[in-house]
């Protein structure tokens, strides 16, 4: 018996799903072509409705994308079915922000847990990771509606039977924005909900701890990004797009030398200083020096790179042209597969993203990639890996300073935001436990 003879049976939930969705895209197609502003169906943008390309990671410009980054074609059949029909029956329920976040996340986690963006693959440890992304990349009120939206799309697919697992049950985790002043037991415990594990924070700390040949260079870079994000309140992106001379030391008042790294702030501050506390500065130092080695070829290549352009008239190669960082001072820039532990590192510059922490300190029943805590052999009571979201760093951060007395003047500051309007509610008061 060869390949061509196995013959690939589906239970009738399989085969019933598939039936219903594609008469549901084929109906949309024939019936709803016409009520979409004069737009052509078979087009990947419709002008004033939906974008269809995929999530649009921060500080990377549409006009930037080719036409490589169209939604994948196993999804992009049902995307545009899913908005036309809710465009054309509910025109003032279209939510332009909820509706392009979620669907695009969608399609991205059901390629890295499936291969395929079938929707009839969707489950409820794809749509967490989806949360959990929207989360990373959004305000907490941006994310609850999109929470929210989530679920109207799964008793959506639910209601039409288009899941090969039949009916799911699924809701949101995040909760609904409170008001910076509530002191109520519900907004205590949402934001100790946010709050990193403790047995993970010190597994983590416990890798970073341990010598440099003892670790594989995707693990110092891992622990050592994250080290930073423990120093000072911080997002992952902030940390990604260091300069590779962010540090810097000066003398306060009393003639005492303090250590600072110079950020970029996302939220409109522009660059200024973190200064790290001194307890955390031997962190803080190690972290970058062990950054500043794995990208010290890469570097050295960009300015190699770059200097044979301007003989040529030619300009810099951008890390992040947004905030003036170049391949040739970016602490974090490397090369093509340098962190891979299975392929040779290449040649090509390479810059990474914050969904390379997704799974990298994050777990997924479904996924096969061994995160950080799995390779080093750290589990929780029952036996699964432990995992850490990235932005549980900056929430405990701020909840340890306003325990320790800071205004929230001072922690708007020292997190980079540009008033205290945007301080987060892990800045108002907590109940002290």
């Known amino acids: 018996m060869n390949e061509n003879d196995i013959i690939n049976f589906r239970n009738k939930t399989e085969i019933l799903a598939g039936r219903n969705l594609n008469e549901f895209i084929l109906n949309c197609k024939e019936q709803l072509?016409?009520?979409l502003l004069d737009n052509n169906w078979e087009s990947n943008h419709w002008k004033k409705i939906f974008k269809f390309s995929k999530f649009k990671m921060k500080n990377v410009k549409l006009d930037s994308f080719s036409k490589a980054e169209d939604l994948d074609s196993s999804y992009i059949g049902f995307c545009k079915s899913y908005v036309a029909y809710i465009f054309c029956s509910n025109f003032k329920g279209f939510d332009k922000l909820t509706f392009?976040?979620?669907?695009?996340?969608i399609e991205r986690n059901l390629l890295v847990f499936t291969g395929s963006g079938d929707i009839k693959l969707l489950n409820?440890?794809?749509l967490d990771e989806c949360l959990s992304d929207i989360n990373e990349n959004y305000t907490n009120g941006v994310t609850y509606s999109c929470g929210k939206f989530m679920e109207r799309l799964v008793a959506f697919l639910n209601e039409k039977e288009f899941l090969n697992c039949g009916l799911m049950k699924w809701s949101s985790y995040i909760r609904p924005p409170e008001s910076r002043l509530s002191i109520s037991e519900n907004a205590d415990n949402a934001r100790l909900a946010k709050l990193p594990n403790e047995k993970a924070l010190r597994a983590i700390g416990e890798i970073f701890s341990m010598h440099d040949y003892d670790l594989h260079e995707r693990d110092l870079f891992v622990?050592?990004?994250f080290a930073l994000l423990m120093c000072a309140p911080s997002r992952i992106t902030e940390i990604l797009s260091l300069r590779a001379d962010c540090e810097i030391v000066e003398k306060n008042r009393e003639g005492k030398e303090c250590y600072g790294l110079r950020f970029y702030s996302l939220k409109g501050f522009g660059a200024n200083i973190k200064w790290i506390p001194e307890i955390m500065v031997p962190t803080a130092r190690l972290a970058?020096?062990?950054?500043l080695k794995l990208s010290e070829n890469s570097r050295a290549r960009s300015k190699?790179?770059?200097e044979e352009m301007k003989k040529q008239g030619g300009g810099e190669i951008w890390f992040d042209k947004e905030k003036d960082v170049r391949f040739s001072n970016a602490l974090c820039a490397l090369f093509d597969n340098q962190l891979s532990m299975k392929r040779q590192t290449g040649n090509d510059l390479f810059k990474i993203t914050n969904t390379f922490f997704s799974k990298e300190l994050g777990y997924s029943k479904i996924s096969k990639h061994k995160n950080l805590f799995e390779r080093h052999g750290y589990h929780d009571e029952d036996n699964k890996p432990?995992?850490?979201?990235t932005h549980q760093a900056r929430h405990l951060l701020n909840t340890l300073a306003?325990?320790?007395?800071?205004?929230?003047?001072?922690?708007a500051k020292w997190s980079g935001r540009v008033s205290v309007t945007q301080t987060e509610f892990t800045t108002t008061s907590l109940k002290m436990k």
């Open 33 to 35: 072509s016409g009520n």
């Open 124 to 126: 409820p440890v794809i």
């Open 288 to 291: 970058i020096k062990r950054l």
């Open 304 to 306: 190699m790179l770059e």
């Open 100 to 105: 392009p976040i979620v669907l695009r996340m």
């Open 402 to 411: 306003q325990r320790g007395g800071l205004g929230e003047l001072d922690i």
């Open 223 to 225: 622990t050592s990004v």
């Open 386 to 389: 432990l995992f850490l979201r």
